[in-house]
């Protein structure tokens, strides 16, 4: 017993050379459609009952045969349902039975069998529906409509189809006129082939073509002509040898051009005796269609722009820069911040003047590459105009040269048999003048035989020499004119390569001169920059002291605002200090409200233990009373006893008068222990009495003493604060013309417009003024206002000024101002 399973190879059922693929969309698998289920079962018993493969044991593949015999019976359920059978995939695979079998998968070459034509596009989707015919219909016009087969030729197609077709007859056993025609190729040219099947659509029409192609031309003697076999050919055997000679006339002779465009020989309709001439001329016989490889259009622009590009392309020059952190003015490192980021502007200009540079490059390289090639097929086509009736000429001469030849041959054997005839005619005559009719239709019949064997002999000649001598001819003219193609690409792509390298010297050129300016601007921007920076260091060193002098001014003001924040804090705190007094007397009315009812209640509680304890004393001495009387009793009753001589009894009776001597001392307990209850409420009412009085009087005495601080503290910040007062109003006395116009420059350098207006009588408030509200007409108006003196004393507002000139357009003023600053 073996303990492992030698896997069973399985066996690939279907061994033609091409066979189909196909899954049915999900609505009609037979999995979900009981009636589609029910037509493979049937299929494939009739096909087992036929010993052929049955379908269903192949499945998803099929032979020609099978799927056709399935196809047709789902055309029937499309009929039925007016609902067309669709595929989610259908494909034309291609087995090798001489190489090992290994399925592919779909949409890859790999594999025995592999996938060869698929029909799953939009726009050739293969269905079934009640018209439907055979798959050859569908599968031939995918072949010649599908944009993917673009590439290939016409010939190329026809091949593919013919190989498809001899399987398909060979799988189906079907004829030629049941299947799907292949098209022409002037019909497959003009795009969008439809065809269709000879037998079913016009059945008709194709028996009569199948009977025209298998007749051959029959001549007629009496009208001199070919006519086909269908049609009767008439004699009349008394007309003389004289009359048919002069009724012969000339027939030219015609030829046609097939779908391969080769030129081929006719059989001609009218033949006779003497020599015929070609009517037609050699301008109007058809041309041949002759069928180039060329690459696509996409893929040439490709490559010329790319080529374009290479060629055309300019590496601009570059400024080395650094990675700085922003500078402002007046700090170290400024200086190299701003050259640093003029280069790194430089850089993207340069880099963009390349890319222009290299565009226009390219533009001009391609416009030259056009310009060569349309010279080129302009060349070309004179090239082809000069040598367009080249193999008309040769055809003509071959046909003149071989209808010479013919007509000296029919000549000849004409003048044979009329010798032969003649002799006959006499032997005829000598014998049987009968016999001169039916001698006479012989030689006529020979001299028609004679003259077809010649004829067709020559023109099978003439064919096979104009074929040789036209590939040889168009051999030289296609090598010609490759000769003249390289020449001139040659020649024109030296001239497109030195064009190019003028282009790159003179863009080279622009770059190098737009890199010196840049140069020159940055040695000036430096220069610039020093300026700036120099002068942003005394605007920080006037700021500083200005800055200084408005700390000294300003701080009576400060001091000010800082006593007034003390008063505030202490107003809030007295604030917090009533509101917590209101609270303590809150408290002390609710304390006193509370105590005024505990005291209530403890009246109430006096009178119950006083209204209890008189009860309880009187019942005490009633009881008292009652044992009084009871012992009395008692005694004499005892002494009588002992008088009388029972000592016993009176024993037993002391005995029983003992356990009652305890209910005696109940009362007494029980005053004694509300005694001590009243005490201790007393006592504990005392101590709440004393620790309200206390927290009152604490409360009241804090209350006091804040209100004493407070005041004396707001007195403190009074006087305090109206110091400072009568300071700052001495500060605020009227300042010196040059005070104010510091503090301008200050409120110029801070952009403050309302601190500028404080100070309106300073020398330059107007410009000051314009420059805060960046207003140019206004800043053009007052450096106009200052004449000739335009010195401005800060670089900051002649900065200013200049910009705002150039802005309103006075470049000369600003210019003026910059000169003077």
Not at 84 to 92: K, L, R, S
Request: glycine share 2%; aromatic share 6%.
């Amino acid at each position: 017993m073996s303990f492992f399973h030698r896997k069973r190879k399985q066996k690939f059922l279907i061994t033609d050379p091409y066979l189909v693929r196909f899954e049915l969309a999900s609505d009609f698998t037979p999995e979900n459609n009981s009636q589609i289920k029910q037509i493979l079962d049937d299929v494939s018993k009739v096909q087992k009952e036929n010993h052929e493969t049955p379908l269903s044991e192949t499945l998803p593949f099929a032979s020609f045969k099978t799927a056709e015999d399935f196809f047709d019976q789902l055309r029937s359920v499309a009929a039925q349902n007016a609902q067309p059978i669709n595929f989610d995939y259908f494909a034309v695979w291609t087995y090798d039975t001489n190489e090992p079998t290994k399925i592919g998968k779909p949409s890859s070459g790999d594999g025995n069998p592999h996938e060869l034509i698929t029909m799953n596009r939009e726009d050739h989707q293969f269905t079934i529906n009640s018209e439907y015919q055979n798959m050859t219909v569908q599968l031939f016009e995918v072949i010649f409509n599908d944009p993917d087969n673009a590439d290939f030729s016409y010939e190329d197609k026809l091949d593919y189809c013919k190989k498809l077709r001899e399987a398909y007859l060979n799988s189906t056993q079907l004829d030629e006129s049941q299947i799907a025609s292949l098209p022409s190729m002037n019909e497959a040219n003009k795009g969008n082939v439809k065809l269709s099947i000879p037998s079913l659509s016009h059945p008709e029409v194709a028996v009569k073509e199948a009977e025209n192609n298998n007749t051959a031309p029959v001549y007629d003697p009496t009208s001199h002509t070919f006519s086909n076999a269908s049609t009767p050919a008439t004699t009349n055997n008394e007309q003389p040898t004289s009359a048919k000679a002069a009724s012969q006339a000339e027939a030219p002779q015609s030829t046609t051009v097939n779908d391969q465009g080769v030129r081929t020989f006719d059989t001609p309709t009218n033949v006779t005796n003497e020599a015929r001439e070609t009517t037609q001329s050699a301008e109007h016989q058809p041309k041949r269609e002759r069928r180039t490889m060329r690459k696509s259009v996409e893929d040439e622009a490709q490559e010329q722009t790319d080529l374009a590009r290479t060629k055309g392309h300019i590496d601009a020059p570059q400024f080395a820069v650094s990675v700085l952190d922003p500078v402002e003015p007046g700090h170290k490192g400024y200086v190299e911040y701003q050259l640093n980021q003029r280069m790194k502007t430089y850089n993207t200009i340069l880099k963009k003047m390349g890319k222009q540079i290299s565009s226009k490059n390219e533009k001009a390289i391609i416009n030259v590459r056009q310009t060569f090639s349309k010279q080129v097929d302009q060349a070309i086509q004179e090239f082809d105009k000069k040598h367009e009736h080249d193999d008309d000429k040769l055809f003509a001469n071959i046909q003149n040269d071989m209808k010479d030849k013919a007509n000296d041959k029919i000549k000849e054997a004409n003048d044979a048999v009329d010798l032969k005839t003649q002799k006959l005619k006499d032997q005829a005559k000598q014998s049987y003048d009968s016999q001169i009719n039916e001698i006479n239709h012989q030689a006529e019949k020979e001299k028609i035989d004679n003259e077809n064997n010649i004829m067709q002999s020559f023109t099978n000649k003439a064919q096979d020499i104009f074929s040789d001598q036209l590939a040889e001819h168009d051999q030289k003219l296609q090598k010609s004119k490759d000769e003249l193609v390289h020449k001139l690409n040659l020649k024109y792509e030296l001239e497109s390569r030195e064009q190019a390298a003028q282009l790159r010297a003179d863009g080279d050129k622009i770059l190098q001169e737009a890199f010196r300016k840049m140069n020159d601007n940055l040695d000036n921007l430096k220069s610039q920059t020093i300026r700036e920076n120099n002068s942003a260091k005394e605007v920080n060193i006037s700021q500083q002291r200005v800055e200084n002098e408005k700390q000294r001014l300003e701080a009576p003001f400060k001091d000010l605002q800082q006593a007034q924040s003390k008063i505030q804090a202490m107003q809030d705190r007295l604030s917090t200090a009533t509101a917590e007094r209101d609270q303590y007397k809150k408290q002390l009315t609710d304390q006193e409200a509370l105590l005024h009812e505990s005291s209530h209640k403890m009246e109430a509680m006096q009178e119950r233990i006083n209204t209890l304890t008189t009860k309880q004393a009187n019942d005490k001495v009633s009881k008292s009373n009652n044992d009084s009387v009871e012992l009395l009793n008692k005694l004499v009753t005892l002494q009588v006893a002992q008088a009388m001589g029972k000592p016993k009894t009176i024993t037993a009776e002391q005995s029983e008068q003992q356990p009652d001597q305890p209910v005696e001392a109940t009362p007494a307990n029980n005053n004694s222990n509300m005694n001590l209850m009243m005490k201790g409420f007393k006592r504990l009412t005392f101590v709440l009495i004393v620790v309200i009085v206390a927290l009152l009087a604490l409360g009241g005495w804090g209350f006091v003493h804040q209100q004493r601080a407070y005041s004396q503290q707001l007195t403190n910040n009074t006087k305090l604060m109206n110091a400072k007062l009568a300071k700052a109003r001495q500060a605020n006395q009227p300042i010196s013309q040059k005070e104010a116009d510091q503090k301008a420059l200050i409120a110029l350098h801070e952009n403050s417009l309302s601190k500028l207006n404080k100070y309106s009588n300073e020398q330059y408030y107007n410009l000051d003024k314009a420059i805060v509200e960046n207003n140019a007409s206004a800043a053009q108006s007052a450096v106009q206002g200052m004449g000739n003196n335009l010195h401005m004393n800060d670089h900051y507002r002649a900065a200013q000024a200049q910009n705002l000139l150039t802005k309103a357009g006075n470049n000369s003023l600003a210019k003026k101002v910059g000169d003077a600053n």
